[in-house]
C-alpha cells in the first residue's frame, strides 16, 4: 500500500505557472505508474499525466500537452506536474495517484492523494 500527499497547488494569474509535487510513503514507489489527474467543479475527474515506473515516455492529455511536464524521482519517492501557460480552464482540484499497470483511466488507480486546488485567474 502506498500514502500519497500534493502540495504545491494555489492561486495563480493567466499565463503563470506552479509547481505540484506528491509525496508518496513506502518503499514501492518505483513499482507503480504515477498520474495526475484533475476535477473542476460539476465535472467528472479527467486524466492529465502519466509516467512510467522508470520516468520514461510520459503521456499526457491534448488540453495539457506542451504546458504541463510530469516527472519523477524515485530516490524521493515523489512525482511533480510543472505547469506553463496556465488558463482559467485549467482551474480544478489536482490529485496524484499509483497504479501497477501504465493506464489512463482513472478508475484503473489503485490509490489516491487527498487533492490540492489550482486556481487561475484571468
Known amino acids: 500500500q502506498v500514502q500519497l500527499v500534493e502540495s504545491g497547488g494555489g492561486l495563480v494569474q493567466a499565463g503563470g505557472s506552479l509547481r505540484l509535487s506528491c509525496a508518496a510513503s513506502?518503499?514501492?514507489?518505483?513499482?507503480?505508474?504515477m498520474g495526475w489527474f484533475r476535477q473542476a467543479p460539476g465535472k467528472e475527474r479527467e486524466f492529465v499525466a502519466a509516467?512510467?515506473?522508470?520516468?520514461?515516455?510520459?503521456y499526457y492529455a491534448d488540453s495539457v500537452k506542451g504546458r504541463f511536464t510530469i516527472s519523477r524521482d524515485n530516490a524521493k519517492n515523489t512525482v511533480y506536474l510543472q505547469m506553463n501557460s496556465l488558463k482559467p480552464e485549467d482551474t480544478a482540484v489536482y490529485y496524484c495517484?499509483?497504479?501497477?499497470?501504465?493506464?489512463?483511466?482513472?478508475?484503473?488507480?489503485?490509490?489516491w492523494g487527498q487533492g490540492t486546488q489550482v486556481t487561475v485567474s484571468s
Open positions: 495517484a499509483a497504479a501497477y499497470g501504465f493506464v489512463v483511466s482513472a478508475a484503473e488507480y489503485d490509490y
Open positions: 513506502g518503499r514501492t514507489f518505483n513499482t507503480y505508474t
Open positions: 509516467i512510467r515506473r522508470s520516468g520514461g515516455s510520459p
